[in-house]
């Protein structure tokens, strides 16, 4: 099972530091790692970057895409994605600061809520800590100046 954690940065920070995702990967994996005080100040830095999950903008955005999907399902705060092959589903959760996907099967299964997401207002930063992937759901544009 593939599982992604998705952060809302803000966008001071996700531009100053686009291209430069690595810094981000790094503090997360760190945070997720220590105890102690250490755990202690890397999670108000990252209370810092990051903005709290408006769950119900996220919940009309969900809705609006799969309203009339097959094998969509709500439950409070989980959304699930059955497809036609019974081994193949992907599910998201919405927690105050972060979302959770966990994905088996297919890669369709795996990205089926990145493409709604790319649809949010911010800037989104999904992270796979296992395989040390990470990358913006929606990648920010630069400016060209003549």
């Known amino acids: ?9 803000v966008d001071e920070f996700a531009n100053y530091f686009y291209g430069r995702e690595r810094v981000f990967f790094n503090l997360f994996s760190e ?31 969900l809705h609006h895409f799969f309203q009339k999907r097959k094998g969509f399902m709500n439950e409070g705060r989980v959304y699930q994605i059955h497809f036609p092959k019974k081994s193949n589903y992907s599910i998201l959760r919405v927690e105050d600061r972060k979302l959770l996907i966990s994905a088996k099967g297919s890669y369709d ?20 800590f296992e395989n040390e992937r990470y990358g913006w759901l929606k990648p920010i544009k630069e400016r060209k100046y003549v």
Do not use: C, N
């Open 1 to 9: 099972m593939r599982s992604y954690q998705i952060y809302w940065v």
């Open 31 to 61: 945070w997720k790692k220590t105890d102690g005080i250490e755990k202690t100040i890397l999670e108000k830095q990252v209370q810092f970057i990051t903005r709290p999950i408006p769950y119900l903008h996220i919940h009309r955005l």
């Open 109 to 128: 299964a795996e990205s089926i809520f990145f493409e709604p997401l790319e649809h949010f207002h911010g800037r989104l930063l999904a992270i796979d």
